[in-house]
């Protein structure tokens, strides 16, 4: 580790730190391409669906999705710190809460569709192309935004517990889409072939998930001090 510790200037390797405005346009330019490319691609599974459904049930069918509401919460933040950015603006006093929520949700993304999902699930063409895009790059990106740009020691253990709301929410929401239209979007949470023995195992199993990865961002967080030199990027939140 260089003296001084990361910063978005060293992990560029381009920019050096007195050029701040440059920093600042690169960083934007960055969040605007991760949210260009996750809209591209949740409208490519949204076209994907109308091939079998119409217009309002495609948009719920897609929206059904954890990959695509965590892809959207990214856009979100995304596009707010865009505004932020051009008015001038710091970030909220809850930003620090929302920032680790989407960082552990859209972590979830990612690790549960390489660990359990792609290996049955091979999309062709443009879908392939979407399929890397919502599940890889912007899950790294956003993990990556956050680790440079976020102060250091801004989470709370206790943040980890109410974290678990939006998880146990979906999964209702999920089971209630799925009672109507009979329509499951992941295998793990069929209760129709599972049971309601092994269903309540995977919940668990997914909730147990949820908090270690809470916790093991908490404490990335409380480390970073050590290794990211905040000044150089507080700016850029």
């Known amino acids: 580790m260089p003296p001084g510790g990361l910063t978005f200037s060293r992990l560029t390797g381009i920019i050096p730190d007195r050029m701040g405005s440059y920093k600042h346009t690169i960083l934007s330019v960055f969040r605007l391409l991760v949210t260009l490319a996750s809209?591209?691609?949740?409208?490519?599974?949204?076209?994907?669906?109308?091939?079998?459904?119409?217009?309002?049930?495609?948009?719920?069918?897609?929206?059904?999705?954890?990959?695509?509401?965590?892809?959207?919460?990214?856009?979100?933040?995304?596009?707010?710190?865009?505004?932020?950015?051009?008015?001038?603006?710091?970030?909220?006093?809850?930003?620090?809460?929302?920032?680790?929520?989407?960082?552990?949700?859209?972590?979830v993304t990612c690790i549960v569709y390489a660990l359990f999902l792609r290996p049955y699930w091979k999309p062709e063409g443009l879908m392939a192309t979407a399929d890397v895009i919502l599940h890889f790059v912007v899950p790294l990106s956003f993990i990556l935004d956050w680790i440079v740009t976020e102060k250091p020691g801004t989470l709370r253990p206790r943040w980890t517990f109410a974290w678990l709301i939006y998880p146990l929410v979906y999964l209702a929401g999920a089971l209630f889409f799925a009672r109507l239209t009979g329509i499951y979007v992941y295998p793990f949470i069929d209760l129709s072939k599972l049971g309601p023995g092994r269903f309540t195992l995977n919940a668990l199993a997914l909730a147990l998930g949820f908090l270690i990865l809470s916790w093991f961002y908490v404490g990335v967080d409380a480390l970073k001090k050590h290794f990211v030199r905040y000044d150089s990027c507080k700016t850029v939140r």
């Open 39 to 107: 809209l591209f691609a949740v409208a490519v599974l949204f076209h994907r669906n109308l091939a079998s459904k119409n217009a309002v049930g495609a948009l719920v069918h897609t929206l059904a999705y954890f990959t695509v509401q965590t892809n959207l919460f990214v856009c979100g933040w995304n596009i707010a710190a865009l505004g932020r950015e051009s008015r001038g603006k710091n970030s909220g006093k809850n930003a620090g809460f929302l920032r680790g929520a989407f960082v552990v949700f859209i972590s």
